[in-house]
């Protein structure tokens, strides 16, 4: 059962708009989320992390928002540049120790110039 | 700091043969991890270690050992390659903070078994 999901394999967005990428989880012991960006050929690179005691987190051009009710977070990038075109990974750590990664399957950004 | 290095970079085996996969790290960092990537399922772990002489299983460990007998090194062993094995693999470690296991990844290795 797949507890971390990210339900858009892909997603195109224009220059200097904003990319809203998506991530729902089923598991409440998740304490903290984190965005992975991928580049092909290469290793993720975190990028932004929020734990589940906030509700938004800021860093630059991302934001990441977590409503835990709905057990959703997206990440915000405003403005989006063809540099952001990337697979991005959403993961959740659960609580309790083993500090063990639970990672999405991904989505395609693709931000068109 | 060289970060997280992985050798080597390609792979190719034939079903049935063994083969280490090398994971370093020189950030002193507890925890260390290997994950595979196949085509729509998004990183999988495989093994990881929260120190020295420590090991554990993930979610997908069948078929791999790993052994850490120092902070720096976490090799992954195939026994014997299965070409379900066929993946690109990656090492990542992290410090034990407070930040969420905020792993630092390596470039990977992408293994093709025939």
């Not at chain 1, 051009?61 to 977070?73: D, E, G, I, P």
């Not at chain 2, 990844?105 to 025939?114: D, E, H, I």
């Amino acid at each position: 059962d797949q507890q971390v999901k990210q339900n858009s394999p892909s997603l195109s967005v224009q220059e200097g708009r904003i990319s809203i990428l998506n991530c729902d989880y089923t598991n409440s012991m998740f304490d903290y989320f984190l965005w992975y960006k991928k580049y092909p050929a290469e290793g993720p690179t975190f990028l932004i992390s929020i734990s589940s005691i906030k509700d938004k987190n800021e860093d630059g051009r991302f934001t990441v928002f977590l409503n835990k009710s709905a057990k959703h977070l997206s990440l915000h990038i405003v403005p989006s540049q063809p540099g952001d075109s990337a697979v991005y990974f959403c993961a959740a750590r659960e609580q309790g120790g083993s500090e063990k990664l639970v990672f999405g399957k991904g989505t395609k950004l693709t931000v068109n110039p | 700091n060289a970060g997280v290095t992985q050798t080597p970079k390609f792979q190719v085996l034939k079903t049935g043969q063994s083969m280490t996969l090398q994971c370093a790290q020189d950030m002193n960092h507890e925890y260390m991890s290997w994950y595979r990537q196949d085509p729509g399922m998004g990183l999988r772990l495989i093994h990881y270690s929260v120190g020295a002489g420590i090991t554990d299983q993930g979610e997908v460990p069948n078929g791999y050992n790993v052994s850490r007998s120092t902070t720096e090194d976490f090799p992954l062993r195939l026994l014997s390659a299965a070409p379900s094995q066929t993946s690109v693999y990656f090492c990542a470690s992290s410090l034990l903070t407070t930040r969420g296991n905020e792993q630092f990844f390596g470039p990977g290795t992408r293994l093709t078994v025939l």
